[in-house]
């Protein structure tokens, strides 16, 4: 738990290390300090990407505050940060403590998160639940929130100035009141968002029509990660493709844990097929495979929707590598790993 005593010098420092959206621990100390009479600070460092070569230490002068807090999301960013002269440094996020986090006092976790931290934002942000119900062997959610449970109302969070809401729920289709809270969405009026997909195989009817009501932010985004759950996506397809426009789904496909390159290509022509975009996640395998050429084209053409809906893969390997030997690395796996291209 954070050490919540008294400071002195009236000043706090939040660094947000790599957030790609507004980091929501980071607003909610700041409600809870602005609150308790502190001028707050936000540093937004913005590092990316995962070539360690071009990670700069960022050094923060901290003799002006009485406590700075550091957020990493990625645990590559976790020593890119040095901060000089303040005896008070908290560090926090799955960067630092991947399923072992630092939590939330309760008064500030459930606090209404400060929202003028992060100019032009436009979305209000929380959890509804946390936790999930699954034991995926790449995923740590479960050790590090627990079983699935409904975590805050939606008041807490919902700040109705804003045009959207975006959900951080990493299996809200599980919670058992979620027709409810589904309900409870759209009567905002607000268009929706769940930033960390959906479980499409606990689809049912009912589900698919409120969730196909929302005004919908972007692509409804779930997941597809073993080749065991293709009957019963292509089951669930059937009561969600009338529901939704062509190319309005997306699943994450996570490639490089447990899948061959055959199975990977299954998964993403089943979707293209069924006019869904595929969002290949790559495990961290496939960085030190000797198939990460192909895992990095194949990432490359997924996650560009327009390329991927106009051109096949070959088509696009021709179009992305303007070297024959970059463009023979892919092709060379392709043709050891029997693979069909269509």
Not at 154 to 162: S, V
Not at 211 to 239: H, V
């Amino acid at each position: 738990m954070l050490n919540l005593e008294q400071c002195q010098k009236k000043a706090v420092c939040l660094i947000d290390v790599d957030s790609t959206i507004p980091n929501l621990a980071l607003m909610k100390i700041s409600s809870f300090f602005k609150k308790n009479g502190f001028y707050v600070d936000l540093k937004k460092l913005n590092y990316k990407g995962y070539d360690h070569s071009k990670r700069e230490i960022t050094i923060i002068d901290g003799s002006q505050y009485d406590k700075v807090f550091i957020s990493a999301i990625f645990t590559l960013n976790k020593n890119t940060v040095v901060v000089n002269d303040c005896i008070k440094v908290i560090k926090g996020g799955t960067g630092y403590y991947g399923s072992n986090p630092q939590w939330l006092p309760w008064e500030i976790e459930h606090i209404y998160p400060d929202y003028t931290l992060y100019k032009n934002n436009n979305y209000s942000l929380g959890f509804l639940t946390r936790g999930c119900p699954n034991n995926c062997k790449y995923c740590f959610i479960p050790k590090k929130e627990g079983r699935l449970k409904e975590h805050s109302p939606l008041d807490e969070f919902y700040n109705p100035n804003l045009p959207k809401i975006m959900l951080l729920d990493n299996n809200f289709l599980a919670c058992r009141n979620c027709i409810k809270l589904l309900k409870k969405l759209k009567k905002t009026g607000k268009k929706i968002t769940f930033k960390q997909g959906l479980d499409f195989r606990l689809l049912t009817k009912e589900k698919a029509k409120l969730l196909a009501d929302l005004d919908y932010d972007g692509e409804y985004i779930f997941a597809f990660d073993r080749m065991s759950d293709k009957p019963i996506i292509e089951k669930k397809l059937e009561i969600w493709t009338p529901l939704v426009k062509d190319w309005k789904t997306k699943f994450f496909v996570l490639v490089g844990f447990d899948t061959s390159l055959e199975q990977d290509l299954d998964r993403i022509y089943f979707l293209k097929k069924n006019k869904c975009l595929p969002y290949v996640m790559r495990h961290s395998n496939c960085y030190s495979s000797e198939n990460k050429p192909f895992y990095t084209d194949l990432a490359a053409w997924c996650n560009q929707p327009g390329l991927f809906k106009k051109l096949n893969f070959i088509e696009f390997l021709k179009k992305r590598h303007v070297t024959r030997e970059r463009y023979n690395q892919t092709v060379e796996i392709i043709k050891k790993h029997n693979l069909i291209i269509h």
